[in-house]
């Protein structure tokens, strides 16, 4: 069992809704991520996306743009994104997921990626540009080293498509709340509900619902439906806000609190 697959099994024994906040790796440096992560930890987050920063990212809104900007302007790389992975691992447990586009960890190798991240403690990999269909090489590699290819379902996503999605996706189905970019918003996509219940009659496997969750409110309607909430946005507008890296840390972890209290049991 991977820890993602133990982390949501814990979880629904104790009636808690994950939260897994969104960074990306390198912004504005390596050592503030680190510090980000375990603090992330610390106040209540129970999975953690990296992002992995790319110059033409697909589904990224501008605050998400801006971050990888700044990583890549700092000298972010894949392979120092794994270093970074190994240096976090070494304090905590908590699932680190993967995020990004399939051009980096295919330059690296379809195989030799998925096998440098499970030796440094990755637990999944989660590449919005690239469908099943086209990346079965990379995903068969990542489910031999154990890590969980996690898949992104929409909206637009047809019945017969969400089934097909739900049988490959590993550790849990990410369920993108509405058509677009990455972006903090003032209120959750109308149909939500009706969403998330067409995979719920497919399978049990966890859905984590991302985009444009924002508020601890946002939260609150996520915990009635789905089993975790993806925080990217709002949560790298508090760190682009910091005037140093002690006050994004207090900042970001602040906000982790807040967002992870209507989570919890009860």
């Keep these: 069992m991977s820890r993602i697959q133990a982390c949501f099994r814990r979880l ?42 790319f110059s033409d990212p697909l589904a990224d809104g501008p605050t998400i743009q801006r971050s990888s900007e700044r990583s890549l302007a700092a000298g972010t790389t894949l392979r120092k994104v794994l270093d970074l992975v190994q240096r976090i691992r070494a304090r905590t447990e908590a699932p680190l997921v993967l995020m990004g586009s399939a051009n980096p960890f295919y330059a690296m190798g379809a195989r030799a990626f998925p096998k440098a ?20 090489d990379l995903y068969q590699a990542a489910e031999e080293k154990g890590l969980d290819a996690i898949l992104l379902a929409a909206p637009t996503t047809t019945e017969s498509r969400l089934a097909m999605l739900v049988q490959r996706s590993r550790g849990f189905l990410y369920y993108v709340s509405l058509t677009g970019v990455t972006g903090a918003r003032d209120r959750l996509a109308p149909g939500l509900a009706e ?10 496997l966890p859905v984590c619902v991302g985009f444009g ?35 994004a840390v207090r900042a970001v972890a602040d906000f982790v609190a807040a967002l992870k209290a209507p989570l919890r049991a009860g």
């Design 12 to 53: 629904r024994a104790a009636g808690e809704t994950a939260l897994v906040p969104f960074v990306t790796a390198g912004d504005p440096d390596l050592d503030t991520t680190a510090e980000l992560v375990w603090a992330m930890v610390d106040a209540g987050a129970d999975l953690i996306e990296l992002g992995v920063p």
């Design 117 to 136: 991240a499970a030796e440094v403690g990755v637990d999944g990999i989660l590449v919005p540009d690239l469908p099943p269909e086209e990346g079965e």
């Design 195 to 204: 969403g998330v219940a067409a995979v719920r009659k497919l399978s049990e």
């Design 213 to 247: 969750i924002s508020t601890p409110a946002h939260a609150a309607r996520i915990a009635a439906l789905a089993d975790g909430a993806v925080v990217g946005s709002a949560l790298v507008d508090r760190l682009e806000a910091s005037q140093s890296r002690s006050e």
